[in-house]
Structure formats: structure tokens, C-alpha cells
Antibody, heavy 119, light 106 residues
Framework: EVQLVESGGGLVKPGGSLRLSCAASGFTFSSYSMNWVRQAPGKGLEWVSS????????YYADSVKGRFTISRDNAKNSLYLQMNSLRAEDTAVYYC????????????WGQGTMVTVSS | DIQMTQSPSTLSASVGDRVTITCRAS??????LAWYQQKPGKAPKLLIY???SLESGVPSRFSGSGSGTEFTLTISSLQPDDFATYYC????????FGQGTKLEIK
């Protein structure tokens, strides 16, 4: 079964750092681009970042550029999001997601991990 | 950056109704548009990809249409399980989501 499991969320103070992980299973992780999407409490979905299968291409939303770093370890079937200089507006559920069927749309999502930035 | 605008933001309807949600892109995205359904506390679920292709396992009462800058999601006969929030997403140039449409029971 294709599965994504996020971890690493928690409570952090403004200006702090956190590293999220997304463990992948049930598919050949190294063949697929991966993405992070977040959702602030009571708000809509916001794309955060994408990384190609070999890490050659990386993209960020303007709202996180310069503060967040996406990376992957294909040997460990894992996706990461290093979040620095965190702000209250980064408070959200963070999902990893990708397209396994090759359509471009995100047909597989993790369950999400909550990040709360508060003093 | 491409902006996605959905309307309406909230839609009240009854079981059995036919409903339509509209999504507009700030520039042409060809047919690179998806629709998702999300229920409280759950991850989004893909319904439609490439504007009009039904994801496997999704009931046929869901349909999508459009190309370029204007798209619609139609539910032909609302079922109790359909009351949720719906999002459009463009994936022509990076990724962007619409703000969502909450479908409520009238």
C-alpha cells in the first residue's frame, strides 16, 4: 500500500526551528517528485515546496523562501522540511503529497503533522 | 504567480440537488487543473484531474469541465457524504490552490 507518514511537528517559539519528516512506503520513492502543502487552522490549502526525484529541481512559495529548506534522502525513502525563523503565520498542519499515477495532481497525501508557533 | 479564485465561498444545498462550483485562473493553465474534497480533520482527497478526468474510485456524480482560465466542478445529485469543502488546484506552473468552497446542508 502506498503510504506517507509525516512526523516532527510540535510547539515552537517564534524565531525557532523545526524539521519535519515524511516517511514513504509502498512505492519507489526515488522515482517521484514530492511536495509539502500546509493548512492554517480554519483556512485553505497552501502549497509550500516541491522537490524533483533526484533533488535537481526545488521550488518554494514566496511565503517561505529563504526560511524553509526541502530535501530528501532516497536511500531512506524520506522527505524533509527544515523550517527556520518560524513565525506565528507558519502555524498549520503540514502535509506531504505527490502524484503516484503520473497525472500531476496529488493523488496521495499523508495524514499531516501540526506545527504551532507561539510564545 | 498564478492566482486561483473559487466561487462561491459557501454553498448551501439539499440532498439530491445539482450543484456547481467555479474556479478561475489568473492566466491560462490549459487543462492542468484538479479538484479535491476535504472533510474536517482529514487530508484532501483527489476527485478530478486534468480538468475533467475522474479519479479512480470517485463516484460518477462528480464531473469537471473547462480549460484555459475557467473551470467547473459539478455534483449531479448531492449525497449526504458530499457535504465538505472543495478546492481547485492548478499545476500548470508550480502549484496553487483556490481558497475553497464549503458545501453546507440547507
Amino acid at each position: 500500500e502506498v503510504q506517507l507518514v509525516e512526523s516532527g511537528g510540535g510547539l515552537v517559539k517564534p524565531g525557532g526551528s523545526l524539521r519535519l519528516s515524511c516517511a514513504a512506503s509502498g512505492f519507489t520513492f526515488s522515482s517521484y517528485s514530492m511536495n509539502w502543502v500546509r493548512q492554517a487552522p480554519g483556512k485553505g490549502l497552501e502549497w509550500v515546496s516541491s522537490i524533483s526525484s533526484s533533488s535537481s529541481y526545488i521550488y518554494y512559495a514566496d511565503s517561505v523562501k529563504g526560511r524553509f529548506t526541502i530535501s530528501r534522502d532516497n536511500a531512506k525513502n524520506s522527505l524533509y522540511l527544515q523550517m527556520n525563523s518560524l513565525r506565528a503565520e507558519d502555524t498549520a498542519v503540514y502535509y506531504c503529497a505527490f502524484t503516484v499515477a503520473g497525472t500531476g495532481a496529488f493523488d496521495i497525501w499523508g495524514q499531516g503533522t501540526m506545527v504551532t508557533v507561539s510564545s | 504567480d498564478i492566482q486561483m479564485t473559487q466561487s462561491p465561498s459557501t454553498l448551501s444545498a439539499s440532498v439530491g440537488d445539482r450543484v456547481t462550483i467555479t474556479c478561475r485562473a489568473s492566466q491560462s493553465i490549459s487543462s492542468w487543473l484538479a479538484w479535491y474534497q476535504q472533510k474536517p480533520g482529514k487530508a484532501p482527497k483527489l476527485l478530478i484531474y486534468k480538468a475533467s478526468s475522474l479519479e479512480s474510485g470517485v463516484p460518477s456524480r462528480f464531473s469537471g469541465s473547462g480549460s484555459g482560465t475557467e473551470f467547473t466542478l459539478t455534483i449531479s445529485s448531492l449525497q449526504p457524504d458530499d457535504f465538505a469543502t472543495y478546492y481547485c488546484q492548478q499545476y500548470n506552473s508550480l502549484v496553487a490552490f483556490g481558497q475553497g468552497t464549503k458545501l453546507e446542508i440547507k
